[in-house]
């Protein structure tokens, strides 16, 4: 029995300063992960600050073109509103693919991206894990592997970021907004997520004492020729081996301008500004799309159980980009899933 208090938040100012008067509390929205790891006694928070009833539910257009959506904007909400759906259908996709529907009605913006490692030993406290206990080892070097990262690894960790829904942030270059003692400010999408280098303890460069209250989405939704692969072991209520999302601007059959990002392969969504300008000015097909993949895979590592991911991400990213290049992009949101 873990003993801890709680408080629900007035207004996002009363949050914050709760946050920064404990440094060992933490905020819940929809607490699909975080009473889970409470559970699992992979987190202890002494106290738990409810922000679940603050005004940051909704999904407005911003003056520049774009989309701003609040931080307790529920998975489901986001992935069938109308905006997201009709110019952003990558991102609604994403959602869609990702945990159940009872889980995406609970799932907060903000949560998932904050969201942890499913790292076999991050749950497993009879283990070393450096993210879970900095210094006590990485389990998962040379342990059951299969679902680690493949890039970006370091000798502390080699955890990957679980999220959909942030792969599709990445191509769409979503900013986070937050709140902290000092004030707001913005942190674009590739630097929220950090690498694990010597500190895999820290996912995020969000401070401790600091909530995010909403993602930015630019005007460009890339809503014509999108998609988003994610590749599994069974097809629904699994993380991703490796997912792809890719946004592109077509004219006829040459690529004006590409992005793509990859989940499953690492500690954050997996973007490759070298391989995107690969793609720019040419015709679409397999060629151009297996040289822009294997540009990104370069110095992609594999470990004992994991090295399949290597060749399959490499074929995955040619399938995305042929669906996305030819309009057809299999959305879970063009078949009505939920
Ligand atoms: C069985 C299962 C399967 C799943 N499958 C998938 C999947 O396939 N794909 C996928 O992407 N996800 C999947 N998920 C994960 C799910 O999407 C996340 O658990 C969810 O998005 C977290 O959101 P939440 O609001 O419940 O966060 P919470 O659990 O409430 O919080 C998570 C963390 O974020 C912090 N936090 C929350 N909101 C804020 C805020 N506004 N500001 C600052 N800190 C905040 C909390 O303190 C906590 O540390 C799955 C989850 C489960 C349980
Ligand atoms: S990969 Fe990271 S999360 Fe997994 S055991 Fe190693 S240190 Fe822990």
Known sequence: ?????YARASDVTDAVRRIAADPTAKFIAGGTNLLD???????????????????????EETATGGVRIGALVPNSDLAWHPLIVQRYPVLASAILAGASAQLRNMASTGGNLLQRTRCLYFYDTATPCNKREPGSGCSAIQGINRSNAILGTSDACIATHPSDMCVALAVLEAQIHVTGPGGERIIPLADFHRLPGDTPQRDTNLEANEIITAVELPAQGFATNYTYLKIRDRLSYAF????????????????????????????????????????AGRAAGPDTFRRAADLVLRDAKGFEHNAFKIELARRTIVRALTQAAQGTPQSQADKKIA
């Open 37 to 59: 790891l409470m559970k699992d006694d992979v987190e202890r928070p002494t106290r738990l600050i409810d922000i679940t009833r603050l005004p940051l539910s909704e999904v």
């Open 1 to 5: 029995m873990i003993n801890f208090q």
């Open 240 to 279: 991703a081996l490796v997912s792809v999302a890719a946004g592109l601007e077509m004219d006829g059959n040459t690529i004006r301008q590409a992005r793509f990002a990859l989940g499953g392969v690492a500690h954050k969504p997996w973007r490759d500004q070298a391989a995107e300008a690969e793609l």
